[in-house]
């Protein structure tokens, strides 16, 4: 069975940190990406990572600040937040794809976790 289990969010005063983890099981992805949807809003892509090359994307809003990492022998996939704003507070969902490349758009991904809720106080 394919899962995508994240944890690691919670509530976090402005200019804070998290880390959000993201540990696949059931088979190893192409490309692993973090999204997120605010009420209201659109899923909007977070990061995205390829799995053999490690090459990294980021939304601009987010540019600087989070960090998108993996660690193969876990199949597990990262998102270091860091400098936190109030407009960061969403549900954040990984997802996983067939595909080499970290696409932004939410249709190229086939797996996607439950997701875990971050709220920043400001």
């Known amino acids: 069975q394919i899962q995508l289990a994240e944890s690691g969010g919670g509530l976090v005063q402005a200019g804070g940190s998290l880390r959000l983890s993201c540990a696949a099981s059931?088979?190893?992805?192409?490309?692993m990406a973090w999204f997120r949807q605010a009420p209201g809003k659109d899923r909007e892509f977070v990061a995205g990572m390829t799995w053999s090359g490690g090459r990294a994307d980021y939304a601009d809003s987010v540019k600087g600040r989070f960090t998108i990492s993996r660690d193969n022998a876990k199949n597990t996939v990262y998102l270091q937040m860091n400098s936190l704003k109030s407009e960061d507070a969403a549900v954040y969902s990984c997802?996983?794809?067939?595909?080499?490349?970290?696409?932004?758009?939410?249709?190229?991904?086939?797996?996607w976790g439950q997701g875990t809720q971050v709220t920043v106080s400001s």
């Open positions: 059931g088979r190893i992805f192409s490309s």
């Open positions: 997802a996983g794809s067939v595909y080499a490349v970290a696409y932004r758009a939410p249709n190229f991904y086939a797996y």
